[in-house]
């Protein structure tokens, strides 16, 4: 007979399946997580009820303020299985009050755990402009002197402005199945046809950006186990790492970026990357497990990199 | 004087025509066409190997392009119609007439032309009932068939999915019939002769390798919890209860959670070995984690699975395999094997009525029968006892003397009391009793009948139906556990009550089992990537089940 | 969307004293649950909003079924639904019910 569920388990929980107060609970000290904006404020979409469609209590996302290892951190869990995670006005507005919050209460990070599809199409301009004001803000915790780090691991992936949102970030962690893009995949085969990218290819779409690609080229600065822990010690080992936010960073980041599009501007696939990266079966590393993996990020260096 | 050559002599007045296109035995994809028109004589009847999982597309669609002035009437008897152009033929009048068993996909397309005439149907069939009538009134007088690849001689390797194959040839070429096999490659040697070449008289390459569908992978991820309670259930509450080793699952999501709780929940209540060792069953992925730990001892396969063929060959003693290593599967053998071996059937259905007749016949939509009315009948040729087989039957059967009792085959029904989008699966009527009205069939498809089930399992509890004692007991067993359905809510409540503390309805609390504990940590393998560590890589899903 | 609202006595209270508890997630054929201890202890109130129409007596006898198993004296019941099937609905009171326990 199975026992009651014996509370929280960060080594076995899987990231990927946890909800976001789940994820909060597992990755955060014990009890130490207090939440602003709870569910029993009933701060719910003023607009989905105008489209027949439910609500939720937090509008899809959970911020607060806990501990990590006992320093006081900020911290704000999208719930992708809500609506894909998206953005409306409350859900935005949650963050962004977040990230001010954080520019005076200056703790040792800010963490967001990112599981979205992008902005809720039915609160389209509320989103897009909270997405604009998040980027923002996480500017100024970042030239305050915080990390604001991303977790991504979850069901939504990290998608449209969720994915600017992580480019604005000191650093990433992320797992196999995260995935990080601003267009989706369904997005480009729309827009370009299934002969270029055929979103039902599950594998391709994971070539090209799933978790294990964004590592490989230093779009993600860690790679994750899909449990709570994994995600919890790589959390603590890129706060201690976060780059400063100055001209110098920024012009290295740039200085990476321009680099990138022109070795890898041509290529057709994730695997053509890889291999001009120096990956010596690129077709294996879908299937590594994720000691083979690091190695192999280990030897080829591009990875690693103190721009963002 | 009479003569008794008549059919040989025709068969050879077709192999010449053939021949005239055929280099050997062998004739070019672009010949294909005018290969089937050089054989076929109006009103043949031809099984066009349309199986559960491949499909000789390659010959479906040379047949739809021959000219109906030459080949029409045709008399189809084969087990699937899967592919459109099993049923572009009947539009065409090249084919008139059908015997088959199963139409999945093109169930409602098969309901539409049932309906306005374009098909002249014999009858839907389980599929040991339709290769059975393939040796007695419904023999082919050509088959076409597929394979992976075959020599000049027309050796030919079926491959892991042999499926229907041997049934058909058997049947075809020993009564004067005519072989066509579609190859993926023509090779100087097959790597196993599945069909022996002078059973084939023709062999065309095809365009390209023939079709087959992942039918039998279930993502771990997409399981529930209310079918993970039911699962649990299921195992302490019929296989632990009943000692069930030789059995067959359905492909459902219900007894694929079964599949992932052996080596977890089992484990746990003691079960290893005593429950669930041999299978008739197609090589199911969620079956992996079972394998692994040490559960299953065998498994003879229906037909394969796509992606795991390479584990297949590394787990020989589990599964049948040929000296050149890959998966044997036999359709009509494992069919069999499930009617007649195996102690319990269990799989879902789609509505339940207040009798217990079930069926996956929706009112717009003919799906046929396939396998599981065969494997969920209670077998009156069985002879050899078992403990499960015959506590199932002194259930049933309280009266007369011990040594002429007959056991019962245990025929379980798996089902959530609600389906998707909210649609009750508990029903007075069967939407089967309409359809067969409407489209004027004599008997409506019922999959499994009454008489035929012995438990009904939902998130509710477990309906014993061989402790019933009268219509009354039965018809508020089934409400019992029939959930929020309008069915349920319905119930006798004093009565359910009355037959809970009769053992015939047991609730989860009933059986120990709290459901607040049926979590997906419960599972082995919560991923499809799961499901390939487990097989230590050797697993190779298909790109649609991929998040990696 | 419909609104659905119930209301009961129990002869007790719901055991414990956690203030209030949250469980599951809006989503396709899922729902939350938001518990939480605002009512006198012999008084429950379950509000449902339900994107699906026409279900009235089913979450009825859902909810008389709970509030018989669990007496959840004293607790207030919001449900956003997102077209969960009733024993899904019924699995996740009584997981909040559990959770106000604890």
């Not at chain 2, 359905?250 to 079960?271: C, D, M, N, Q, V």
Request: proline share 5%; net charge negative.
């Amino acid at each position: 007979m199975a026992g009651p569920s014996a509370g929280p388990d960060r080594d076995r929980l899987s990231w990927y399946e946890a909800s976001a107060r789940q994820r909060l609970d597992a990755l955060l000290d014990p009890g130490s997580f207090t939440e602003a904006l709870g569910p029993e404020e009933r701060r719910m979409s003023p607009h989905l009820p105008l489209f027949d469609l439910p609500r939720a209590f937090d509008d899809g996302i959970v911020v607060g303020t806990g501990t990590l290892d006992g320093r006081p951190v900020y911290v704000a869990a999208q719930e992708g299985r809500f609506m894909g995670g998206a953005f409306g006005e409350v859900h935005g507005g949650k963050l962004v009050g977040l990230l001010r919050a954080a520019v005076e209460g200056r703790p040792a990070a800010v963490l967001l755990l990112l599981d979205t599809g992008g902005v809720r199409l039915q609160e389209a301009n509320a989103g897009e402009t909270a997405i604009a004001e998040a980027m923002r803000a996480i500017t100024e915790v970042r030239a305050a002197g915080v990390p604001v780090v991303g977790l991504i691991g979850g069901r939504a992936g990290c998608f449209g402005g969720g994915g600017l949102i992580a480019g604005t970030c000191s650093r990433l962690a992320v797992s196999e199945g995260g995935r990080i893009s601003v267009s989706g995949p369904e997005v480009i085969e729309t827009n370009k046809g299934a002969e270029e990218f055929d979103s039902k290819d599950r594998a391709l779409v994971w070539r090209t950006m799933g978790g294990k690609h964004r590592r490989l080229i230093g779009g993600a600065d860690a790679f994750c186990d899909d449990t709570i822990a994994s995600f919890r010690a790589a959390a603590l080992s890129l706060i201690a790492d976060a780059p400063a936010f100055d001209l110098d960073t920024l012009m290295a980041e740039q200085a990476r970026l321009r680099e990138r599009i022109e070795r890898f501007g041509e290529c057709r696939d994730g695997t053509e990357i890889w291999a001009r990266l120096g990956v010596n079966d690129p077709d294996a590393v879908p299937s590594l497990d994720t000691r083979a993996f690091d190695e192999t990020v280990a030897r080829i260096g591009e990875a690693a990199h103190d721009a963002r | 004087m009479a003569d008794w050559r008549g059919e040989r002599k025709a068969r050879d007045a077709r192999l010449e025509a053939g021949r005239a296109l055929a280099r050997g035995k062998v004739v070019p994809s672009g010949e294909a066409t005018a290969l089937l028109e050089a054989i076929l004589r109006p009103g043949d009847r031809v099984c066009l190997e349309g199986d559960n999982q491949k499909q000789a597309d390659c010959l479906a669609r040379a047949l739809c392009r021959c000219d109906p002035e030459r080949v029409h009437g045709l008399h189809m008897v084969q087990s699937g119609i899967v592919l459109p152009e099993h049923l572009d033929v009947f539009e065409t009048g090249i084919a008139e007439r059908l015997d088959y068993s199963y139409s999945g996909p093109q169930g409602a397309r098969v309901a539409r032309m049932l309906y306005g005439g374009q098909i002249k149907l014999g009858a839907v069939h389980t599929y040991l009932e339709l290769f059975a009538r393939y040796f007695i009134d419904l023999t082919p007088h050509v088959a076409l068939i597929a394979g992976v690849c075959a020599d000049r001689e027309g050796n030919l390797y079926t491959g892991p999915n042999t499926e229907d194959t041997p049934t058909i040839v058997e049947a075809t070429h020993f009564k004067n019939g005519v072989v066509v096999a579609q190859v993926n490659e023509i090779v100087d040697r097959v790597p196993r002769v599945d069909i022996p070449g002078d059973r084939v008289d023709f062999v065309v390459e095809a365009d390209t390798p023939f079709f087959v569908e992942p039918l039998f992978t279930r993502d771990p991820a997409l399981m529930t919890e209310t079918q993970i309670l039911i699962a649990m259930m299921a195992i302490k509450g019929i296989y632990a209860e009943y000692g069930v080793r030789r059995l067959n699952h359905g492909i459902g999501f219900g007894t694929a959670a079964i599949e992932l709780l052996l080596p977890t929940y089992g484990e746990k209540l003691g079960l290893k070995g005593e429950i669930a060792t041999h299978f008739a069953l197609n090589p199911h992925p969620t079956l992996i984690p079972a394998i692994e730990s040490g559960w299953v001892k065998q498994v003879h396969c229906f037909g394969s699975e796509v992606g795991m063929d390479r584990y297949i060959r590394e787990r020989p003693d589990v599964f049948f395999t040929g000296a050149d290593g890959s998966l044997r599967s036999n359709r009509a053998l494992c069919q069999t094997a499930g009617l007649y071996a195996c102690d319990m059937f269990i799989g879902a259905t789609l509505q339940i009525d207040l009798m217990g007749h079930s069926s996956t016949v929706t009112q717009s939509r003919v799906a046929g029968f396939g396998g599981a009315p065969n494997m969920g009948s209670d077998p009156h040729g069985r002879r050899h006892p078992s403990d499960a087989w015959m506590k199932a039957g002194r259930e049933a059967q309280i009266t007369g003397d011990p040594a002429l009792m007959r056991g019962r085959k245990l025929v379980v029904q798996l089902v959530e009391t609600f389906g998707d989008k909210l649609v009750p699966t508990f029903v007075e009527r069967l939407d089967a009793m309409e359809l067969a009205s409407k489209i004027g069939l004599e008997l409506a498809p019922v999959m499994i009948y009454a008489d035929d089930v012995t438990h009904i399992v939902t998130e509710e509890g477990i309906a014993n139906l061989l402790l019933c004692r009268d219509a009354d007991d039965r018809e508020q067993a089934i409400r019992g556990v029939a959930g929020y359905t309008e069915i349920g809510r319905g119930r006798d409540r004093a009565k359910v009550e009355e037959l809970r503390a009769r053992g015939i309805i047991r609730r989860p609390e009933d059986l120990g089992i709290e459901p607040l504990d049926a979590d997906r940590s419960l599972l082995a393998a919560r991923s499809i990537k799961d499901l390939v560590h487990w097989s230590g890589g050797l697993y190779e899903p298909p790109a649609k089940f991929r998040n990696w | 969307m419909e609104s659905l609202t119930f209301r009961h006595t129990t002869t007790k209270p719901l055991p414990g004293t956690k203030p209030q508890a949250i469980t599951g997630v809006v989503a396709s054929g899922n729902l939350e649950i938001l518990l939480e201890r605002v009512l006198p202890p012999d008084a429950v109130e379950v509000a449902i909003e339900t994107p699906i129409a026409g279900y009235g007596p089913v979450w009825e006898a859902v909810v008389a079924d709970f509030v018989a198993r669990a007496q959840p004296g004293g607790v207030r019941i919001s449900i956003n639904d997102g077209g969960a099937r009733p024993d899904t609905v019924s699995l996740r009171l009584l997981q909040g019910a559990r959770l106000m326990e604890a």
